[in-house]
């Protein structure tokens, strides 16, 4: 099974481990990973929010995409990417 996150991980290793799920195309995955990040007092940023857009398109799953997009948009916190 997938690697679980380690105790220190930090933005950048979510972003990495969200871009391997694209290439696999495991698009599930990658949801989880964003939705967990703030359970760890990690946020989201538009690294990690353009890799699981591209994890997304990847795996066809352009509803996703766009709902993560408008939530990005959405936050108020500058990290709206262009799809």
């Known amino acids: 099974g997938p690697t679980p996150p380690p105790r220190d991980a930090s933005e950048a290793w979510y972003t990495k481990e969200i871009a391997s ?49 408008d939530q990005a948009c959405a936050s108020g916190s500058g990290h709206c990417v262009e799809i």
């Open 21 to 69: 799920c694209g290439r696999s195309k495991c698009w599930q995955r990658a949801l989880l990973l964003v939705e967990g990040m703030p359970g760890l007092s990690l946020q989201p940023n538009s690294f990690t929010y353009t890799a699981l857009l591209s994890t997304c398109r990847k795996a066809q799953q352009w509803e996703w995409a766009l709902s993560f997009f």
